[in-house]
């Protein structure tokens, strides 16, 4: 899981640009967190968070409500700047990089949540188009609008999620599950070297869940990429997850494979606390 140091005074690597570098595959973790703590006034939703996450690991954020599952996710795509510690995403600290290269690795991040965001009206085609927007010019947005630009990588993301026909279709026809599998789509064309889902099926009902969680374990799998989702069901991270983060309280109990996480360690995690004020809302 440690990988060594992607610098490691190497100074080959280090002269190279950031784009040749990032290309560079096994050189530097996915994501790697040191102390990452995020404070909101005075209370900690994130304390000294040490994570490291390589390509291809599948990775489940589990814990009660308000135990900071969200917060972490949103550290990894860079949406929210860590209060204390770091964050580097291919090797590179996020707090350093230059504003390019940010929007770039925050744009090979790619992100699933509860609600899809996508825009009803639209067609399939444009909402899955809407995941190249931060590569496209203003000129090539609008056009896109029009006439849909690049229509078969749109297509070929929508083959991988098994919807293909719905191309054209309206967004808002689609049932929960066909759209969560739009928002996937929509991910898929940022070209993403990780997943991150926070609750992505939570929405659901039971076959359909177990289909999306299938889903973007086998996307985790494809190219290498990184797998990072926060579950309420605990049955589906042992299952589709090959290594289980537990959060408490903003701090880090435990990260362990998920063939070793035991009943007791998840009692432990969802354990109601009637001695503090904390959100524990029991186990899924
Ligand atoms: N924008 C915010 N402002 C103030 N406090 C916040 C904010 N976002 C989160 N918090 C607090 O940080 C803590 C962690 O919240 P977070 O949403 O990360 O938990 P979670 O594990 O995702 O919970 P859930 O399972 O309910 O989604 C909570 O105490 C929450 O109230
Ligand atoms: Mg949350």
């Known amino acids: 899981m440690i990988r060594p140091d992607p610098g490691g005074g190497n100074r080959g690597i280090r002269n190279r640009s950031w784009r040749q570098r990032e290309s560079d595959p096994g050189t530097a973790p996915v994501f790697s967190l040191r102390g990452a703590g995020v404070r909101f006034g005075a209370t900690w939703a994130l304390e000294g968070v040490d994570l490291e996450v390589g390509a291809g690991e599948r990775v489940a954020l589990v814990g009660p409500s308000g135990a900071g599952k969200t917060t972490l996710l949103s550290l990894l795509n860079g949406s929210r700047r860590p209060t204390a510690g770091r964050v580097a995403v291919l090797g590179r600290d996020l707090a350093t990089v230059r504003p390019s290269e940010l929007r770039h690795l925050q744009r090979r991040v790619g992100t699933v949540h509860q609600q899809h965001h996508l825009v009803g009206p639209l067609r399939v085609v444009h909402n899955v188009n809407a995941g190249r927007l931060g590569e496209w010019s203003l000129l090539e947005a609008v056009r896109s609008l029009i006439s849909p630009t690049d229509v078969a990588a749109a297509e070929a993301a929508l083959a991988r999620v098994g919807i293909a ?44 869940a177990e ?20 579950l309420h069901a605990v049955e589906h991270a042992l299952r589709h997850c090959n290594r289980l983060v537990g959060l408490r309280q903003g701090r880090l109990v435990f990260d362990a494979a998920a063939a070793e996480v035991t009943p007791v360690m998840v009692e432990e995690l969802y354990r109601i606390d009637q001695s503090t004020d904390e959100h524990g809302e029991g186990a899924a």
Do not use: C, F, H, W
């Open 165 to 208: 026909e719905k191309l054209y279709e309206r967004t808002d026809t689609l049932s929960g599950g066909q759209q969560q599998r739009v928002a996937l789509a929509r991910v898929l064309v940022q070209r993403p070297v990780a997943i991150l889902g926070d609750e992505p099926i939570s929405s659901l009902d039971p076959a359909r």
């Open 211 to 230: 289909e999306v969680m299938q889903l973007l374990a086998g996307l985790a799998g494809d190219a290498g990429r990184a797998l990072v989702v926060s």
